[in-house]
């Protein structure tokens, strides 16, 4: 069988919304909502809350039983990337558990609104299709496009952020964009530890709808609505 390792980053040191992570949305907080979901898969996996928080890891201890490692504090700060929390802890969790995973799979509690089959499309992508990684995305509104943004130069003149020479007269001659949003990010470990980077070699698109990633206290109460509104259906 094939090990999955899934990862879900959960630093305590959120500036937007205080403890973010473990804010309720919808009669659940955000990280057990993300532990929860992997865990309702049923697959061949561990599942590895990233935390420097040990109030994090108690705040799941029912759910799973989380390796007991800590974020050390070089990978604490606001400006850590994704690829060292993931590095770190795959490296962590082969150790502790000895077993050799196929595919690593990040999960930010952020995106409560995220379905199974988004994960399970990602994880698909590494272990069926051959991909080295595969990143959820949505379509971003043209009206949005990167050729449309502006900025301020360091004249503080009003100039298009990318260096574009032709001017974009309609919408019909734009690309389609997308972002990320943070449902599911997948990755092979040779990807993760060589090239470090989702975004090189065979990269899988996977599409979803229009999900929120949480940064304000609006989005979250938009988020608990919506959950609400579906667990009624």
């Known amino acids: 069988m ?17 403890d973010k992570n473990i ?3 919808a009669n659940e907080t955000l990280l057990r909502r993300s532990v929860q979901i992997c865990k309702s898969l049923d697959l061949p996996s561990d599942i590895y809350v990233s935390t420097d928080s ?16 800590l974020r050390p504090d070089y990978l604490s700060g606001d400006l850590i990337g994704d690829i060292e929390v993931l590095t770190h802890a795959f490296y962590s969790c082969e150790t ?4 050799n995973y196929k595919c690593i799979v990040m999960v930010q509690p952020t995106c409560p609104l995220r ?19 595969a990143v959820t995305c949505q379509k971003v509104d043209k009206k949005y496009h990167p050729l449309k943004s502006l900025t301020l130069n360091e004249s503080n003149k009003l100039t298009h952020f990318l260096d574009n020479k032709d001017e974009i007269i309609a919408r019909q001659q734009l690309k389609e964009t997308f972002i990320r949003n943070g449902a599911s990010y997948a990755i092979t470990p040779k990807q993760l530890c060589e090239d470090k980077t989702f975004f090189k070699g ?3 698109l996977i599409l979803t709808g229009q999900l929120l990633s949480i940064d304000t206290i609006e989005e979250l109460e938009l988020c608990e609505k919506i959950l609400i509104q579906n667990n009624n259906k």
């Open 54 to 69: 040990q109030l994090y890891l108690d705040h799941i201890k029912d759910l799973i039983d989380n390796s007991p490692i």
């Open 23 to 25: 804010r309720y949305c």
């Open 202 to 204: 065979n990269v899988k």
């Open 2 to 18: 094939d090990n999955i390792l899934f990862v879900i980053p959960a630093r305590s040191g959120s500036k937007g919304i205080k």
């Open 96 to 99: 502790f558990y000895k077993k």
């Open 115 to 133: 379905k199974k089959e988004h994960l399970v499309q990602s994880i698909n992508a590494i272990l069926l299709e051959n991909y080295d990684s």
